[in-house]
């Protein structure tokens, strides 16, 4: 049996399982672990609990340790010259007048790069706005074209419910919506309805669903929990595939530079 801890990296994020290793922590705490991106500050959201090797696919990162008060002010650091960096490419965009718009900026924990995400219709020549930023913000930098509805995710929001996006607060991932949903339930069919703050169909179409057929508790229950995103189900569900920088031009709409 091996000793295996679920960690989330964010609120509305899938739990992770990593090896503890001596460590004792309890759901909720802080805790520093290793990824394949270097290290991470993530939050316990299991208890520690035994597997059957058998059942663990692939071999386990380890817990580096708990996180102490500097690891937590590091964190808040990092979320201030992500705010600071937000300004410095908004303004590097309008400069360049390139067609696309920035989401977020995160900063890895070890600040060993900097994640730039961005939403645009086609495809965008970065390479000089990567130059810039690497000179201005002396840091690796890493942009990332995403979809409408991870845009929703990341930027956070209130649905038309008046909650919290679905997407931002708890939702893991984009399941199927159709407008056959909203159809099989009698709403309106007015494409402002049944949309979300992204402009796809909204997630919560699908919790009160029941398919022809099917009895009513087989549903998604809960009702409406935030009217969020959504509803393409071929929208980008990630960050796209990591590739080598060929001439500012990626399958994925990612590279990188370092100062």
């Known amino acids: 049996m091996l000793k295996v801890l679920g960690v989330k990296f964010k609120d509305a994020c899938k739990v992770y399982d990593f090896d503890p290793a001596d460590f004792t922590v309890r759901r909720g705490e802080r805790v520093v672990v290793a990824t ?131 997407c931002s607060s708890y939702l893991t991932d984009f399941g199927p919506v159709s407008v056959k949903m909203a159809k099989e339930q009698g709403l309106s069919l007015n494409p402002t309805k049944i949309s979300g703050v992204c402009g796809r169909l909204m997630c919560c179409l699908a919790y009160e669903h029941v398919p022809k057929g099917a009895k009513s508790q087989d549903s998604h229950a809960g009702g409406c929990g935030g009217g969020g995103c959504h509803g393409h189900k071929n929208d980008s569900h990630g960050h796209g595939q990591k590739s080598v920088a060929e001439n500012g031009h990626l399958p994925a709409q990612e590279t990188g530079a370092q100062s």
Do not use: W
């Open 36 to 166: 394949e991106m270097g290290v991470s500050l993530a939050t316990a959201a299991t208890e520690i609990r035994e597997m059957a090797e058998e059942a663990v696919t692939k071999e386990l990162k380890r817990i580096v340790r708990i996180a102490t008060s500097e690891d937590i002010e590091r964190e808040k650091k990092n979320r201030e010259k992500e705010g600071q960096a937000l300004s410095v490419c908004l303004q590097k965009i309008k400069e360049r007048g390139l067609p696309m718009k920035l989401v977020k900026v995160e900063y890895a924990f070890d600040e060993n790069r900097a994640i730039f995400f961005f939403t645009a219709d086609g495809r965008i020549d970065f390479r000089e706005l990567v130059r810039d930023l690497a000179y201005e913000l002396h840091i690796r930098i890493e942009m990332k074209q995403i979809g409408v509805r991870d845009a929703a995710k990341k930027m956070g929001g209130v649905g038309p419910c008046g909650k919290e996006l679905c």
